[in-house]
């Protein structure tokens, strides 16, 4: 029976995080490149959409477990949504295999403006130990202009959590 | 609903010894592979290869794959172990066996796309991992020729029949995972065919591992599939150790199988959870998250890693047990203990969740057994394999622990054998604790030549590592395979004939890894 376990839940302590603290420097590169590109802002919420370019699935598993009950991703107004349509921020993987570029970009184009664009995990940032193949781009960078990188093999949930109330922070001032 | 209890190990018996399609291999000429022995077979050998695999089923293929001028295949005879067998190309053509073993299909797209051999006679020559987008084709290759022609458009198998109509996903999906392209025919909601075309995330991980050496190279094999690293890394330690003959000192090898133990509680609990939520029953997937949460937190205590990344190295492991590591580990896998009895009550007690899980995605065993289909996908459907047990392997050749069966097929099947083998894995880790006594943890690798093949099982089923290296002791050639070879093309098996809506259920109830397979 599944309401006794629910009701039991109803009484017990929440099982989620504290969030973490958030970088003040990251806080503010990401205002003056706000400020720098005359972006129009974002409200205190943000829907991300995940494009995984190439991942070895370790950076979706760290990314996933941001909705389970410990870290609670929608508590901050953060939420992923299922297409791109309805997305203010790309959450990037991997280090842009080439046959991933054009499902990106299109990707990219269909994401409506003003919009984000972070590179999740060594692999994004520059291609990590993939470096030099000839299937890869070397990163999200070389395709699309990247915001803000939240570097890691993979990046933890926190570390991840970092980053996108980092970037929650920096539309809210200035 | 279907809740009959796992089966256990099934029995090992006694078998003559199938003369024809192994009897053939070992007729060619023995190289020096270990443990398994691989046999060089003349062109004509091969051949007869085909027509003995044809009227010898008993004979499993695991792999092929290829270097410049040669082909080489795994196979695996029941109850015996593994057995390698190679031929030689002889202008760009090698005689194909997907026409006597369909699992061999995508390996000999694979073989074409990378090192471009073609299999003669073979039932599949579009191709696999090239997407027209590489600056060269068939890059591992001599001389691989350069592409002056934009990407073709992909061929899709079709269907016909009255009002079917296609539904195309992908690359990029709805949900946190993997890309790929899936093609489905449906009529009305039922899918009549469905054809993934993966390759997106290749990333040329087998050529970046060439003429490095295996300490060099392990972190890509530790990045094959990042869910299974664990496995991946300890089957391509393997391969390296069998190659140079070392030994490793026996608390690494108790430390990795903790480490795998772990992996496959922390992938069990996900997938677990997360195919009742694809049922839309969320509350499991909300306990299964937690739980997992805590055996991650404390693998990152014990390992100082979430997911033991580049923990298990060739010759050891790179970093001990931590101070307090035992007592995080005991703790969370009590967690989970506790737990397990409660969530499977609730699984098998509400109708609307068995309701969408019993009879859905059935893969019928003749099918799992054509394909060699190894872990919880296998073993729900009839075939028992387990490489922790047979061949076996440190140290669980010494340690009781049953292998779950079940015959059903169907994606209840698949969570029942994941829900038994979490508790094998509780068990398994707790002795495992219980037995390490101090010691080294690695060795130094002597720089040397030689030949190896790893098997380990993960999570997903066996991984399967091989490599030569020259006599400097660098990598000349290498092939990783990751179970979901085998088990890609049996979920489009799986889904005929079930509503679309479904399909999100069947595709987690298999859960293939899509990089394991790019490569
Ligand atoms: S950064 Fe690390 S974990 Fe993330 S995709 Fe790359 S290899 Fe995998």
Known sequence: MLWPRLAKALFSRPVTDAPPAVPDVVVEALVQRLEAAGQARLGRSLAIRQVDCGSCNGCELEISALGNVVYDLERFGLKFVASPRHADVLLVTGPLTRNMRQALERTWACTPEPKWLVAVGDCATDGGVFKGSYAIEGGIGEALPVDLVIPGCPPTPTQLLEGLLALLEAQASG | ?519
């Open chain 2, 1 to 519: 609903m279907s809740a009959s209890e796992p089966t256990g190990a099934q029995p090992a018996p006694a078998r003559p010894r199938a003369a024809g399609a192994a009897a053939t291999i070992r007729a060619g000429r023995q190289q020096a592979c270990r443990p398994y022995p691989r046999f060089l077979l003349e062109a004509g050998q091969w051949r007869g290869l085909v027509v003995a695999l044809r009227d010898d089923p008993t004979l499993e293929l695991l792999g092929l794959w290829a270097e410049a001028g040669l082909v080489h295949a795994a196979f695996h005879q029941p109850n015996e172990g593994l057995l390698l067998a190679s031929v030689a190309v002889a202008e760009r053509h090698y005689p194909a066996l997907s026409p006597v073993r369909p699992g061999a299909i995508r390996f000999e797209r694979m073989v074409h796309d990378l090192w471009g051999h073609v299999a003669e006679g073979g039932t599949d020559a579009r191709p696999w991992l090239d997407h027209g987008r590489w600056a060269a084709s068939a890059p591992m290759s001599a001389r691989p020729p350069a592409v002056t022609t934009p990407p073709p458009q992909p061929e899709f198998l079709g269907a016909e029949g009255e009002g079917v109509h296609q539904i195309q996903v992908g690359p990029v999906h709805a949900g946190v995972i993997e890309p790929a392209h899936f093609r489905f025919h449906v009529q009305g909601e039922t899918v009549v065919r469905l054809e993934a075309r993966l390759g997106y995330l290749h990333k040329g991980t087998l050529a970046l591992m060439l003429g490095k050496s295996p300490r060099l190279a392990a972190r890509f094999a530790a990045r094959l599939s990042g869910d299974s690293t664990v496995a991946h890394s300890w089957a391509f330690a393997t391969a390296a150790e069998q190659a140079l003959g070392v030994v490793v000192p026996p608390r690494a090898v108790l430390l990795r199988a903790i480490a795998a133990e772990l992996e496959r509680l922390h992938n069990h609990l996900n997938d677990w959870g997360a195919v009742c939520g694809d049922a839309s029953f969320v509350w499991p997937q909300a306990r299964c998250g937690v739980l997992r949460e805590g055996v991650l937190r404390a693998a990152a205590l014990a390992f100082g890693h979430r997911l033991m990344m580049d923990l298990v190295v060739p010759g050891g492991v790179a970093r001990d047990l931590a101070p307090g590591g035992t007592a995080a580990i005991r703790a969370a896998l009590a967690a989970v203990a506790q737990e397990l009895p409660g969530l499977q009550r609730v699984y098998e007690s509400h109708a609307s969740l068995q309701d969408r899980v019993v009879t859905t995605g059935t893969l019928a065993p003749a099918l799992a057994a054509a394909f060699a289909a190894g872990g919880f996908v296998g073993r729900a459907s009839g075939r028992g394999f387990d490489c922790r047990k047979l061949p076996g392997y440190a140290p669980y050749n010494t340690m009781a622990f049953t292998v779950p069966v079940q015959v059903a097929g169907d994606v209840d099947a698949r969570l029942q054998v994941r829900m038994a083998e979490l508790h094998q894995s509780l068990a398994l880790v707790e002795s495992l604790l219980a037995r390490l006594a101090p010691g080294p943890l690695k060795l130094d690798l002597p720089q040397a030549g030689g030949e190896g093949v790893g098997l380990v099982e993960s999570f997903r089923g066996e991984a399967l590592h091989w490599m030569q290296l020259d006599d400097g002791g660098l990598i000349r050639a290498v092939f990783l395979r990751d179970p979901s070879w085998l088990q890609w093309p049996l979920l489009e098996a799986a889904i005929e004939g079930n509503i679309v809506a479904d399909f999100p259920l069947c595709n987690k109830s298999f859960n293939c890894s899509y990089s394991g397979v790019d490569l």
